[in-house]
């Protein structure tokens, strides 16, 4: 079946160090990647997302890279700042679904 | 309104009661998704409605959760008969068509005791 997964479940950073999130899946058929941030008792906040025809998309001090061959997904976040701390989620969708496939997430935790 | 709201943002309730969820969705927004999320989890997809009909309702877990939609706007997600494993927070999220960027909302945190 379809799966998405993370390859670490938390990930420690200095403040204004770059950090690199990363996230496996397994369905060659998905087109659609995107990455949600989750702070505590909030909802998914949409960072960046990118289709399969592109294998980079940068936004505001986060970056998106999609590997198809591996099928590898990661977000950079540069100049890491205490607000960034949250938990991380990859999500995929495949053409014609409408539902997204949510990896398990992992925790970034930027200290001071 | 400026996002997806949601409400109650909490509820407990006991074992065998029923409970009703209430999405708001960002207006304009065609489409809108619920979801479930189990404590240090990720997201479980549950139903999608585009418009008020529900092509997707297949990770609805049991024929005790049911939802609906009115007006193109407004969606309910009911339990029935709430058992102690559908404590969670239910999520919901809306986009413009159903290949947009799906927004969400602050979610609904459920205890069943």
Redesign the interface.
């Known amino acids: 079946g379809e799966s998405?997964g993370l390859h670490l479940p938390t990930l420690s950073v200095q403040e204004g160090d770059n950090s690199i999130i990363n996230c496996a899946y397994s369905n060659s058929a998905s087109d659609y990647f995107?990455w949600?941030k989750q702070e505590s008792?909030?909802?998914?906040?949409?960072i960046i997302?990118i289709r399969s025809n592109m294998d980079k998309r940068q936004g505001q001090r986060v970056t998106v890279l999609l590997n198809k061959t591996v099928k590898h997904l990661s977000l950079q976040i540069a100049a890491t700042q205490p607000g960034d701390s949250a938990v991380y989620?990859c999500?995929e969708k495949t053409q014609g679904a409408?539902?997204?496939?949510?990896?398990?997430?992992t925790r970034l935790t930027i200290n001071p | 309104g400026a996002g997806?709201s949601q409400s109650p943002s909490n509820k407990v309730t006991e074992k065998g009661k029923d409970v009703e969820l209430r999405c708001d969705p960002i207006s304009g927004h065609t489409?809108l998704?619920w979801?479930r999320q189990r404590l240090g989890?990720?997201?479980?997809?549950l139903i999608?409605f585009?418009g008020n009909s529900a092509?997707?309702k297949s990770?609805l877990p049991s024929d005790r959760f049911s939802a609906e939609r009115t007006g193109e706007s407004v969606s309910t997600l009911t339990i029935q008969r709430t058992q102690q494993e559908d404590s969670a927070v239910y999520?919901c999220a809306s986009s413009f068509g159903?290949a947009g960027?799906?927004?969400?909302?602050?979610?609904t945190r459920l205890l069943v005791l």
């Open positions: 998405v995107i949600y008792g909030k909802g998914p906040q949409f997302d989620f999500a409408q539902k997204l496939v949510f990896g398990q997430g | 997806v489409a998704y979801y989890q990720g997201l479980e997809f999608y585009q092509p997707d990770g999520l159903t960027t799906q927004y969400f909302g602050p979610g």
